[in-house]
């Protein structure tokens, strides 16, 4: 919710949390973990883009820093655990996984 004292985010505020959701998904190193967090920070935004009232403009903003916020924290828990074998989508050469 908005406070009286606090404007809506601006849009390059907006555009900045859109950035910085992607840059976070390419954190992950498995591919099916970086995809699904990528997809749904651009679902997330296409959902929102017709928001219209300050209120649920700043509500939807909060809970895209909440979302960055955790995206990150699971980002370095995951670079602990991460596989040491790359995804098959990831290979250049699907041959390499016969050798």
């Given at each position: 919710?908005?406070?009286?004292?606090q404007a809506a985010p601006t849009r390059p505020e907006?555009?900045?949390?859109?950035?910085?959701l992607l840059r976070a998904a390419r954190e992950f190193r498995d591919y099916n973990v970086r995809e699904y967090t990528k997809r749904r920070?651009?679902?997330g935004?296409?959902?929102?883009?017709?928001?219209?009232d300050p209120e649920s403009i700043s509500s939807a903003y909060a809970e895209g820093k909440n979302q960055l916020a955790i995206a990150k924290r699971q980002a370095v828990v995951y670079s602990l655990y991460a596989p040491k074998v790359k995804s098959i989508m990831?290979?250049?050469n699907p041959a390499d996984l016969i050798n």
């Open positions: 919710m908005v406070s009286p004292g907006i555009l900045g949390l859109y950035r910085a920070a651009i679902d935004f296409r959902e929102n883009q017709n928001l219209t990831e290979l250049e």
